[in-house]
């Protein structure tokens, strides 16, 4: 073996210790492994003055393994633990998107007398960033003035970064002042909260202010736009970062840019990132086609993200979970199950891998095969459930109407449920009019959060239909006395490269008074074909427990006028005959408007595909993708 070519353990350990700074700088977390395990053999391990479990402690750090690195920290005596060392730990806790645990470790180094350096200072700047409160980023701050740290560029770079992040745009402009010197980095960080606290248009001014541009600065522009609808000027900055500056499209740009499309439903810009990567030399990055995979999925385009993803040559777990989250959100859970098998010849699923599947058997009505995938999800799959995977097996279960096993397997629970648990309940027990169930949620809801109006809207509009008046107005005027507002429902849809956004009721458009005469078209078609407003999604807009004429009708109207059914409306007018349309809202689509638009699309021979905050649906002659099971 090699190590026996070596005359002493010092010069052996130097040889590991180097390998291993070789791993953990190219993040070769399987190298690694290999070389621990010859470690472990050979015995070097546990030689006196080798410092071996430092230098692994490093390897574990670098890629990521936070676990296994944290079992090394511990093992190390406290003697031969550095300042690096602890640091080491931190950073990779704050890489993990782990900041709570990173704060714990730093006041633990506080407490065993070990000086930070500005590496460490750095770490938890970040930590308190990740958090994005403000108390968290003053005594981020406060650390680094009481230990003494010199505030150099990077530190200054990290202040303002945090600042922005937790909001606090005055003090990171404060700092940005008060620099002597001062980088594009400095110049981007800032930007990024600008553009995030402040708006696109003073965001834009600082944009053209900046003496340098690098690639994030225009990812954060672009992103901007296009999550804000601007979908012109998005192109347009795009167009001048190819054709006019020195840069080209990063992967880490691309990704970024196709993050924006995904979140705004703007497939425009996202084919044109798509042909730009197909013209690249390169074969395509995994990271980028997991992008895209995930953007078309989002976009409602889903056929086209399973081409791509097939066309990949290489996929990780990442891809698969892009592709699985996809399928399930359309509700194509038979799909889900069929490939999901496949994956073990690539990767190890995870737990969004597991999360995915259980959504897609939730969504599909697949219940048998959910509960199967719950029960081994620990001992085939070795995951410990999580919150969601909980969360989707309870709505799996109350969507069949089972309540009595997600009551169950809620009491079960090894961890405390949170709101999404229960409320996945609270959801079915609306659906089956099970008032017993409701009530006790409803008091456990209201204790984790008491501005919740979705947990009081159904309990008040069960009351409703079950004809208890009195406790449906109760509930509302709680929450009128606590001024509480119910989230507004806002659809948006993309016509000629521009979006465009509806409220209930709104009026604001340019072409408002085509859309109302639609409307007026579209409900008296609807009207002749047997169509019945379906009240139940209108209750909680009542004024009072006594319904007259004049209150059915403007209750009427206000079902009517629902963002969704505007939306629909403006793209019959402003696309031509027979292209599809798509809808994309923030909120889970009413019982009339489903049943609506699932006619409208058989009247006027639509495809109309709507996104709400749960799932796809796709209207296709008179049936839903959901097969009303949603």
């Known amino acids: 073996m090699l190590w026996l070519t070596y005359r002493n353990i010092a010069s052996l350990s130097r040889y590991y210790r180097t390998l291993l700074r070789s791993c953990a700088c190219r993040s070769a977390l399987n190298d690694g492994e290999r070389l621990h395990a010859t470690i472990v053999t050979n015995g070097l391990s546990d030689a006196p003055d080798a410092y071996i479990s430092n230098a692994l402690l490093l390897m574990y750090s670098k890629c990521g393994h936070y676990l296994y690195a944290r079992k090394l920290f511990d093992q190390i005596p406290l003697s031969r633990k550095d300042t690096v060392d602890w640091t080491n730990l931190i950073d990779c806790y704050t890489l993990q998107k782990l900041p709570v645990e990173a704060l714990f470790l730093f006041r633990k180094m506080q407490e065993y007398g070990v000086k930070p350096d500005e590496v460490t200072m750095l770490c938890i700047l970040r930590a308190c960033a990740q958090l994005g409160y403000a108390t968290a980023g003053d005594h981020g701050i406060g650390w680094v003035m009481k230990m003494g740290v010199p505030f150099t560029l990077k530190m200054c770079n990290s202040m303002i970064d945090m600042y922005a992040k937790c909001g606090l745009m005055s003090d990171a402009k404060r700092v940005f002042e008060g620099m002597e010197e001062r980088s594009v980095v400095t110049w981007t960080v800032l930007l990024d909260g600008v553009v995030r606290w402040e708006g696109l248009d003073i965001g834009r001014a600082l944009f053209d202010e900046m003496p340098l541009r690098n690639e994030v600065a225009w990812a954060i522009m672009i992103k901007g736009y296009l999550e804000n609808g601007f979908t012109r000027e998005a192109l347009s900055l795009l167009s001048e970062i190819v054709f006019s500056s020195q840069f080209a499209l990063n992967f ?50 889903v056929n086209t993200a399973l081409r791509v993803f097939h066309d990949m040559h290489y996929r990780n777990v990442v891809t698969w979970n892009a592709m699985l989250s996809g399928l399930a959100m359309h509700g194509l859970g038979s799909i889900v199950l069929e490939m999901f098998p496949l994956m073990g010849k690539e990767a190890h699923p995870d737990d969004v891998t597991m999360t995915s599947v259980l959504s897609a058997c939730s969504h599909s009505g697949l219940v048998d095969q959910g509960v199967y995938y719950f029960n081994n999800i620990k001992c085939i799959y070795g995951i410990a459930p999580q919150m969601e995977h909980y969360a989707c097996t309870v709505d799996l279960l109350g969507r069949a109407g089972r309540l009595d096993e997600a009551e169950k397997l809620i009491r079960d629970m090894p961890i405390s449920p949170n709101e999404v648990v229960l409320g996945s309940l609270l959801g079915s027990c609306s659906k089956y009019g099970r008032l017993d169930f409701a009530e006790k949620l409803l008091e456990d809801l209201v204790e984790r959060d008491p501005n919740n109006t979705e947990c009081h809207i159904l309990l008040s509009n069960m009351y409703a239909m079950q004809g208890k008046q009195d406790k449906s107005n109760n509930i509302r005027l709680v929450l009128r006395e606590k001024s509480v507002r119910k989230v507004p429902g806002m659809s948006s849809i993309h016509v000629g490269g521009q979006v465009h956004r509806f409220s209930a009721g709104d009026k604001s458009h340019p072409c408002a008074a085509q859309i109302y005469s639609k409307l007026d078209e579209v409900i008296q078609k609807l009207r002749l074909v047997g169509y019945v407003p379906n009240m139940a999604s209108q209750i909680f807009s009542a004024n009072n427990g006594h319904c007259n004429v004049e209150d059915l009708e403007e209750k009427e109207q206000a079902l009517f006028s629902h963002s969704e059914k505007l939306a629909v409306c403006f793209g019959l007018i402003a696309t031509n005959v027979g292209v599809p349309l798509y809808i994309f809202k923030n909120l889970r689509i009413c019982q009339d408007c489903h049943s609506a638009i699932k006619i409208i699309s058989k009247i006027y021979e639509r495809e109309i595909v709507i996104r709400d905050r749960n799932r796809f649906h796709t209207f296709k002659h008179g049936s839903c993708s959901c097969s009303d099971y949603w």
């Open 252 to 301: 880490a740009t691309l990704c970024s840019i196709l993050s924006g499309c995904a979140q705004s439903g703007d497939l425009m810009v996202g084919r044109w990132v798509h042909v730009y990567v197909l013209k690249m030399e390169e074969d395509m990055n995994v990271m980028v086609g997991t992008a895209l995979v995930n953007m078309y999925a989002k976009c409602g385009r």
